[in-house]
């Protein structure tokens, strides 16, 4: 580009950067903040003309020598944006300035491949099974390449034109800036404020940035006289005279652009429009030029040399001839691939003075250039520009032709509302062109499926149940069954993403559509098997699952076998059978490695864990969601399974009672944005810690849990573990009658003949609001529950041995020998908040025996682990019990042991004795080993000891040690 046009310089026009400081001032304290590790953005919106560009332009000139700049902007093609064109652009950047190997070099394992769906540069995109991980997958791709670059030096990524971002570019930068952490990298973002009407889509998504941490925004002014002044004299190179000043700034109104655009007329009358004013400089080109800028606006902002070229006719000279006035004019500007129009306002004003002849003519012309040669396409675009461009021409068939093309290639770079959009043509267009079907080899309830598929994927469920609707309208179950049933398939996914009653009757609907040789029917039997499987119908489910794996294994399909292998895992896992359950896991694993299925090997990964959990192996389910969480991270699905890995992980910790471990976990979970759906989860585990401290937020905790729950209408994993906080925290508050009336809300609102591992909690929490509220009829409804369930393992047979031990005691009968199984049942569990709290129920029920030393004893044992635990209301009951009897518990201050370790001290202690070095123990308490020598140093100091074998040998000396 610049050999072509070699020797022309556009006009500057103005060397003097004025009114702007407070400005600069806030971008450079922005990029010292994120070069300091805090990470944030710089919104900045300003009415067209306003400076915006060239404000980050002049930051961008001072910051060049201490940070690497990215910038990419926003295209519109009529009606249509660009998918992810800013980032697009800024990789292609990146890719000519250090090439796509090193770029690859900075990524996970085949993490360039998903940014292939952005650049060919970076090969052959990955292939996914799931769309929606892949996805997901790809934003965790870009966010760790800024995170990679950010580490050699400082980033910022600028973001221009934001008003014209499409649907998802939209979601990436909220991805991004929700996701940053400790990287130093600055998102700068521009937009016209004045266009931002009341429906724009991009008004929530800025109001939405404006709340995340670290984001500020700027509205730009416009000019003050005496800046209007300052900004004349670099354009005119000297002091205008305060006349000129005067009839320039009341033309302009103090918009830089139209500053500029009056400067070199100020005696000019008024114009008749604020386009005449814009278009002022290009009327004093040459007419040829003016028509080549005309043919120019038709492709957008910005637009290559060679397409233009093949558009006009011209060769290389006579073009560049034309266009040298254009760039000396500053009405074009150039860099290495493209020239852009200095100025959309610019442009607009061009593009509007079309005749419609010559409207479609031009879009046709390039329509049939970029056709002939792919290539030629300066947005990385193509199928877009070209659909744009037959649209435009108004050349239905043609139109439809590539439209429906753009759709498969939106939905490849998961750009799912452009998609959608491309897809609505294609239906708009139907009806005009009458063998439409033939064309794109599809017929019209096909393309209203893909729609369909599309609106969920883009978060319009709605929108695709219309499709769903209109679809099934248009087939005869009876001539073809076969596609009914898949459009049912589809109506479930979209009614189970909206939280909406009936997915379940349409997949049992399709199931009988099919017939057993279909093709087709393992599409419907793995979602109707794993919503069974949820919803713990495993007498429903096991059939639907063999056959699923039947016909998987028939046709060899190694990722529908995995499918089928998880669901039948969380089948034989809610009936006890553990050990099928692992080995069906360890299988499924297997398969899903063979067939490169990410998404169900992560799934199989997840559910070992979970499985693991269920058996009462906290130490290994705890190991086993560490390298889960590392999995999910290496395959981008950090956000998604790695959730629920780490809401599984944390609740192992819970149960060994690591609570500040387990909110060590869930806090570095947090820090990734996971959807409302999946913070849920890892707020139950929170809320369950907070109660059980008597956190003072515990209560808000649960009402936003009961919020959440009621918008997203979640399966029984979600709801009956929050109906069981929402008992414990009236327990914990002494407020026996809410707890009442909160366990009959669970059992009458939830099924109670769900899965056990979720209902026996219930039953326990419930059957103490009974005890403690006296209510014998709820104790009797609650037994007779429990009568009908059954305990798989050892931690389910702990909670019904502590139900049976509360349910005595709702019956008047302190059962001494019952607490204590139940106290021992968790100490071989390794729970030591439910064994203190059998441990205070077995010290009460020897007072009443008279065993006053074995209830001081007892007593002193159960308050031990609450202050280790910060456990406070269990701690003030252990206290009242103890003075109601008059015991005295002799212990040290703050909960520490006499020699003054703190419980984290006591758990690196115990590891300590068992052996380990400081990175194992680093390993095993998720810290770093830094963290764990200051912790090793604190021991030996206290235990005034100088080595760690004398450590270890005094811990098992003084039994200091668990």
């Not at 009358?269 to 120019?296: C, F, I, K, W």
């Not at 209109?470 to 087939?475: F, G, H, P, Q, T």
């Not at 076969?482 to 349409?506: N, P, S, Y």
Request: charged letters at 25%; proline letters at 4%; one cysteine or more.
């Amino acid at each position: 580009m610049r050999g072509i046009l070699d020797g022309v310089r556009a006009r500057e026009v103005s060397p003097a950067f004025v009114g702007r400081q407070p400005e600069l001032s806030v971008l450079a304290d922005a990029l010292r903040r994120a070069t300091a590790g805090t990470p944030g953005a710089v919104l900045i919106g300003g009415e067209a003309g306003g400076g915006k560009t060239r404000l980050v332009g002049e930051f961008a000139d001072r910051i060049a020598g201490e940070a690497l700049i990215l910038t990419g902007a926003c295209l519109q093609l009529s009606t249509v944006g660009f998918p992810y064109a800013p980032f697009t652009a800024a990789l292609r950047q990146l890719v000519r300035e250090v090439g796509a190997a090193e770029i690859a070099a900075l990524m996970p394992h085949d993490g360039a491949r998903d940014l292939a769906r952005l650049l060919p540069e970076f090969g052959e995109p990955a292939a996914d099974p799931d769309p929606d991980s892949a996805r997901v997958r790809l934003f965790e791709q870009m966010l760790v390449l800024l995170e990679r670059l950010a580490e050699r030096r400082p980033l910022a990524l600028i973001i221009e034109d934001a008003h014209w971002a499409d649907r998802s570019t939209r979601d990436l930068l909220i991805f991004l800036l929700r996701s940053l952490r400790h990287a130093a990298v600055l998102l700068i973002i521009t937009f016209r404020s004045d266009e931002l009407h009341r429906s724009h889509p991009m008004r929530p998504v800025i109001a939405e940035l404006e709340r995340v941490e670290g984001v500020v925004r700027i509205d730009l002014p416009r000019l003050t006289r005496a800046e209007t002044a300052g900004q004349l004299a670099g354009i005119l190179g000297g002091e205008p005279d305060s006349r000129v000043v005067d009839a320039v700034y009341e033309r302009s109104s103090g918009i830089p652009l139209l500053v500029e655009a009056t400067a070199d007329c100020p005696d000019c009358g008024m114009p008749e429009s604020l386009r005449d004013l814009v278009l002022a400089g290009v009327r004093l080109l040459s007419e040829e030029t003016q028509d080549l800028l005309h043919l120019a606006a038709v492709a957008g902002v910005r637009f290559g040399h060679a397409l233009l070229a093949a558009v006009s006719g011209l060769d290389d000279a006579a073009m560049s001839s034309l266009l040298r006035p254009a760039v000396d004019g500053n009405i074009l500007v150039i860099d290495d691939q493209a020239y852009a129009f200095r100025h959309a306002l610019i442009w607009e004003a061009i593009h509007d003075e079309l005749l419609p002849g010559e409207h479609s003519r031009f879009h046709q012309r390039f329509a049939e250039a970029l056709e002939a040669d792919p290539s030629l396409s300066a947005g990385g675009r193509f199928a877009v520009e070209v659909a744009m461009h037959w649209h435009g021409a108004h050349d239905h068939e043609r139109a439809l032709q590539a439209a429906w093309q753009a759709a498969r290639v939106s939905e490849a770079a998961f750009a799912y509302a452009e998609q959608l959009q491309m897809l609505e043509r294609v239906l708009e267009l139907w009806e005009r062109v009458p063998d439409a079907a033939t064309r794109i080899g599809v017929d019209h309830v096909g393309v209203l499926r893909r729609a369909a598929q599309a609106a969920g994927a883009s978060g319009e469920p709605d929108r695709g149940l219309a499709f769903v609707r209109a679809a099934l309208a248009e087939v005869d179950e009876e001539h073809d069954p076969e596609q009914v049933a898949l459009i049912l398939r589809r109506r479930a996914r979209l009614k189970f993403d909206r939280g909406q009653a009936g997915a379940l009757d349409d997949l049992r609907r399709a199931q009988r559509l099919l017939p057993e040789d279909s093709p087709e029917r393992a599409a419907v039997l793995e979602p109707l098997s794993r919503i069974l499987v949820l919803l713990g119908d495993e007498d429903e489910a096991r059939p639907v699952i063999e056959e699923s794996l039947t016909l998987a294994d028939r046709v060899g399909d190694d990722c529908a076998a995995a499918e089928a292998l998880n669901n039948l895992a969380i089948a034989e896992a809610i009936h006890g059978r553990f050990a099928e359950a692992l080995a069906a896991l360890e299988q499924a694993a297997a398969r899903a490695a063979h067939a490169h299925d990410d998404d169900a090997r992560l799934r199989s990964h997840v559910n070992t864990l979970d499985v693991l959990f269920i058996k009462g192996e906290y130490e290994a389910a705890i190991a086993a969601g560490r390298r889960t969480l590392t999995l999910a991270e290496s395959l981008g699905q950090a956000r998604t399974k790695g959730i629920i890995a780490a809401h599984n992980t944390s609740d192992a910790q819970v149960a060994l009672g690591r609570w500040d471990e387990a909110l060590e976990t869930i806090e570095v979970a947090e820090k990734v944005s996971p959807s409302l759906g999946r913070l849920s989860q890892l707020l139950l585990c929170r809320a369950a810690i907070a109660i059980a401290r008597g956190d003072g937020d515990a209560a808000a905790m649960v009402e936003r849990l009961t919020a959440l729950s009621a918008a997203d209408d979640p399966y029984p994993q979600q709801l009956l573990p929050l109906a069981r906080l929402s008992i414990e925290l009236r327990l914990a508050e002494g407020d026996g009658p809410g707890a009442v009336a909160a366990t009959v809300r669970a059992v009458t609102d939830h099924d109670m003949g769900r899965e056990a591992r979720y209902i026996w909690p219930i039953l326990v929490a419930g059957m103490r609001a009974c005890v403690m509220e006296g209510d014998r009829a709820l104790a009797d409804r609650l037994r007779a529950i429990a009568a009908a369930k059954p305990a798989y393992g050892p931690v389910m047979a702990a909670w019904r041995t502590t139900f049976d031990a509360e349910s005595a005691l709702a019956d008047g009968t302190a059962d001494r020998t019952a607490w204590e199984a139940a106290a021992t049942a968790w100490g071989e569990l390794g729970s030591p908040y439910p064994q203190a709290h059998a441990l205070l129920r077995t010290a009460e029920a020897a007072i009443a025996d008279g065993d006053r030393d074995a209830a001081t004893r007892l007593l002193c044992n159960a308050a031990d682990i609450a202050d280790r635990l910060k456990a406070r209301p269990l701690r003030a009951d252990i206290d009242q019990v103890a003075r109601r009897a008059r015991l005295r518990l002799d212990r040290g201050p703050g909960g520490q042991t006499p020699l003054g370790l703190t419980p984290r001290e006591q758990e690196v202690l115990r590891l300590l004795a068992e052996g380990l070095s400081n990175r194992e123990i680093a390993a095993k308490l998720f810290i770093s080993a830094k963290t764990a020598s200051v912790h090793v140093s604190n021991i030996l100091t206290k235990l005034n000891v100088s080595s760690r074998t004398e450590a270890a040998a005094t811990a098992h000396r003084l039994r200091l040690n668990p």
